[in-house]
């Protein structure tokens, strides 16, 4: 693989990485809001588990390549806190929580579909096949919360 390649290659785990953390941090914030409501509560929970997966399987692609992969910005963590705790102090409805949750999954699709765009089509498989599950999932997770709206 050509140096360029490699190094688009390396941003794309990054990418997956950054886009999982900050899915796990945003579930992580949003459940303490939720209240009494157990399916939303279940789908939190059952989506923080899929991310933790493309989290891990990220963190031993990388491992395996020899690179550290960075965790998001902590202003950026502490901004989205602040910004779940002020949303859902006036509102914590069903469908403002799944809506806050949409539009979180559609910047990770966005996210994630630019990144595909950007690597070589002979960059390494496992990453794409990576990139194109966890496309798949959020996108499977952008139907589930449009019910809950």
């Known amino acids: ?4 390649a490699h190094k688009q290659m390396e941003e794309a785990l990054a990418e997956i ?5 900050l899915a796990l941090t945003s579930i992580s914030d949003i459940l303490p809001e939720v ?4 399916e939303i509560k279940q789908e939190l929970h059952a989506q923080h588990e ?3 997966h493309f989290s891990s399987r990220a963190s031993m692609l990388a491992r395996d ?7 998001p910005n902590p202003m950026k963590k502490v901004m989205m806190w602040g910004s779940i705790k002020m949303s859902t102090m006036t509102n914590n409805s069903r469908s403002h929580i799944a809506d806050m949750m949409l539009q979180g999954t559609v910047m990770g699709i966005s996210a994630l579909r630019t990144t595909v765009g950007d690597i070589s089509p002979d ?3 496992r990453i794409r096949s990576l990139l194109d599950e ?4 959020e996108e499977e997770f952008e139907e589930r919360w ?3 709206l």
């Open 123 to 125: 960059g390494d498989e």
């Open 1 to 4: 693989m050509e140096k360029n």
């Open 65 to 71: 390549m020899g690179l550290e992969l960075k965790e």
């Open 50 to 52: 899929a991310y933790e």
């Open 146 to 148: 449009k019910t809950f």
């Open 17 to 21: 990485y950054r886009n999982a953390q």
């Open 134 to 137: 966890m496309i798949k999932k």
């Open 35 to 38: 209240g009494n409501d157990e």
